[in-house]
């Protein structure tokens, strides 16, 4: 097991699969991961499709019964979990304790604001030509209503 160390990510302008897949790698190496302005990672794309894949994706459910599930997550610090939790062996004991270790917020909490912060280079949206949607507008879109308090600094 590594440290028990918690390392901080930056999501901002990140592109999400790509950190996902780095995350998850590195929570099955046993380290313990903080990801932080989770609604500001990117999914590259064209809007429309994105938009209609995760209506689609909102429409399965049981019909005999919905309390029992599946649940759609639509804030944008659940969303991001959900897709590092895709690419971790989440059937077997070891992918369930890397799941443990990891937290998702929205924006930056107190306890991690004088934390060094880790940028991860290698998912940066900069290159990116085509186009794209942030998870907090994805989130708005499949119908989570942010708190008045949140506002992105784009819009």
């Known amino acids: ?7 901080v990510i930056d999501a901002s302008n990140a592109i999400l699969g790509r950190l996902a897949s780095i995350v998850a790698k590195r ?17 590259s794309g064209k809007f429309d499709s994105i938009i209609e894949k995760y209506k689609e994706w909102l429409k ?3 019909h005999t ?7 759609h997550y639509r804030r944008p610090d659940k969303l991001v979990k959900r897709v590092i939790r895709g690419m971790l062996p ?6 369930k304790q890397a799941y443990k270790r990891l937290r998702v917020y929205i924006g930056v909490p107190e306890e991690f604001k004088n934390k060094e912060v880790e940028r991860v280079k ?3 949206a900069s290159r990116l030509r085509g186009s794209y949607i942030t998870i907090f507008e994805l989130s708005q879109l499949i119908g989570w209503n942010p708190p008045k308090n949140l506002v992105m600094e784009e819009q």
């Open 1 to 7: 097991m590594a440290s028990e160390e918690i390392r």
């Open 27 to 43: 929570l099955l190496n046993g380290e313990k991961i903080a990801i932080i302005n989770a609604e500001k990672a990117i999914i």
């Open 60 to 62: 399965i459910r049981t």
């Open 65 to 71: 019964n919905p309390k029992k599930g599946p649940f």
């Open 90 to 95: 989440w059937k077997n004991p070891r992918g």
């Open 122 to 124: 290698e998912v940066d």
